[in-house]
């Protein structure tokens, strides 16, 4: 993820950075990054990696979805940040902020090159998939810099 401030004045702290990851508006994984200044006219890069850490129980829309992603190689994951961050100019700092921002992803699966990856695991009961009428499954969402 790419982090911009633009403004030649003003430098940014970044208190607290909680990114959630949501697959079919349920959540999968949570990451709490390191916090960090941000100085003017700055570009800053955040390498959150997701990992199922629970299972995502889908109803029949979803699994129709999951389906429909798992032919395309594109899964649609939706990455929440929350944030609580400060301004500062000069010496003055501002008190605190906690804007939320959403970013709607679409995560290929590649399997060329590794760059990218994606698995799910399904919930087995007695040797057979749970499929009707809700599947159980475990995202994880793996990107690497090659």
Same mark, same amino acid.
């Given at each position: 993820m790419t982090i911009r401030n633009p403004n030649?004045?003003?430098g940014i702290y970044y208190d607290r950075i909680e990114?959630?990851?949501y697959y079919e508006d349920q959540r999968f994984d949570t990451e709490t990054l390191t916090p960090f200044y941000q100085g003017h006219k700055n570009? /800053?890069?955040l390498n959150p990696v997701f990992v199922g850490q629970q299972f995502v129980r889908l109803g029949a829309d979803e699994?129709?979805?999951f389906n429909e992603d798992r032919v395309n190689g594109v899964y649609d994951i939706d990455v929440k940040l929350y944030l609580r961050?400060?301004?500062?100019l000069g010496r003055v700092k501002t008190g605190r902020f906690k804007p939320r921002i959403s970013c709607d992803l679409k995560v290929p699966l590649n399997?060329?090159?590794g760059s990218f990856g994606a698995c799910?695991?399904?919930?087995?009961? /007695?040797?057979k998939l749970i499929s009707h009428p809700e599947t159980e499954i475990m995202p994880c969402f793996i990107a690497t810099n090659q």
């Open positions: 030649r004045r003003i990114a959630r990851a570009t /800053s890069y699994t129709s979805e961050i400060r301004f500062k399997t060329g090159n799910f695991w399904r919930n087995f009961d /007695s040797g």
